[in-house]
């Protein structure tokens, strides 16, 4: 990569402006603090440039390491949308098009991963906006990076989502142990409890949260089978009917009584929180629309960044440079 007219030094500071602030930002700060002037344009093609070189750095292989590794790890998995923009791009390559009127706007899914070994505070990061086979393999990956090895136990965490449950299964087998987000559940039973007991719903849902925390599954399933709906109201009206099926199709995934006895998280709060500082700050900007390659290579870059990996990336170039 070759980025004509800017020292390494100035790259990485360019870079660094970057992966925080938005294109438009990068002139300002860098004649604020180092008193250089570079345009826009200049700056936000070595952001992308770099973003890119990240993104495709070789990967390990997505497998898990003949080591011991740790005894246990946690894992949790949220997505988060950000705003995409498409461009249709004309046959005739010497006609003007107005981008202005083809350019189509969306939503694309990016999916955060996080791992680490109980207590710890810096926790590895991964992310995708790929399909679930994608997001399975980075948490693969990530796990690796956290210390995962053949006799690692992994506690995964999210919402319940059935293919995330099938990646933690897939990725992990038997050592994996997928357990649907507490509060998640909670939403349902909210919803269901305002039907079943109205004036009292709040002291019925703390009942059913004990009996969460106790493995009390059947119990629960059997206080919801007395006041479901008919099967002519409409799912939007049958809260207690979607808490019943929502519980009934997820067995195994609500073991709340081991993981509290074993001082695991039974929540997801901890990469819902993570959203915000690794992608949303960047990627999800107010008037800020991303073609869907740069939004990948951004993800690249902040991950990068969250996981303490900026340094050695620009060893690495001196490294090659030399």
Not at 183 to 209: F, P
Request: charged share 25%; aromatic share 6%.
């Amino acid at each position: 990569m070759v980025c004509r007219g800017c020292s390494e030094p100035l790259q990485r500071a360019i870079v660094d402006f970057g992966a925080d602030a938005p294109a438009a930002r990068i002139p300002q700060k860098l004649k604020e603090h180092y008193g250089i002037e570079v345009c826009a344009s200049t700056c936000w093609s070595i952001v992308l440039q770099h973003a890119q070189t990240i993104d495709e750095c070789p990967k390990a292989a997505a497998q898990i390491p003949e080591r011991d590794g740790v005894a246990q790890l946690i894992a949790e998995i949220d997505g988060s949308m950000i705003p995409v923009v498409e461009m249709a791009e004309s046959n005739d390559p010497s006609a003007k098009v107005d981008r202005r009127k083809t350019r189509q706007v969306g939503w694309k899914e990016a999916r955060l991963s996080l791992v680490h070994t109980p207590g710890s505070v810096t926790p590895v990061f991964g992310a995708t906006v790929g399909p679930p086979d994608q997001v399975g393999e980075t948490l693969l990956r990530t796990a690796v990076q956290a210390g995962l090895g053949r006799n690692t136990q992994v506690h995964a965490v999210s919402d319940g989502a059935a293919w995330i449950a099938d990646q933690v299964s897939e990725q992990f087998g038997l050592h994996g142990h997928f357990l649907v987000d507490f509060y998640h559940v909670c939403d349902y039973l909210t919803a269901a409890g305002k039907t079943i007991a109205s004036t009292a719903a709040r002291a019925w849902l703390e009942t059913q949260k004990d009996r969460l925390k106790q493995n009390r599954l059947q119990d629960i399933l059997d206080e919801l089978q007395r006041f479901v709906e008919d099967d002519t109201v409409p799912d939007d009206n049958a809260p207690v009917r979607a808490a019943h099926r929502y519980l009934t199709n997820r067995p195994g995934q609500f073991n709340y009584r081991d993981a509290l006895m074993a001082e695991l998280p039974i929540g997801s709060g901890e990469v819902e929180s993570a959203h915000r500082y690794v992608i949303q700050d960047r990627l999800k900007r107010a008037g800020a629309w991303w073609k869907l390659k740069n939004a990948k290579h951004m993800l690249a870059l902040r991950v990068c960044r969250a996981n303490q990996e900026w340094d050695r990336y620009w060893q690495s170039r001196r490294q090659q440079a030399a």
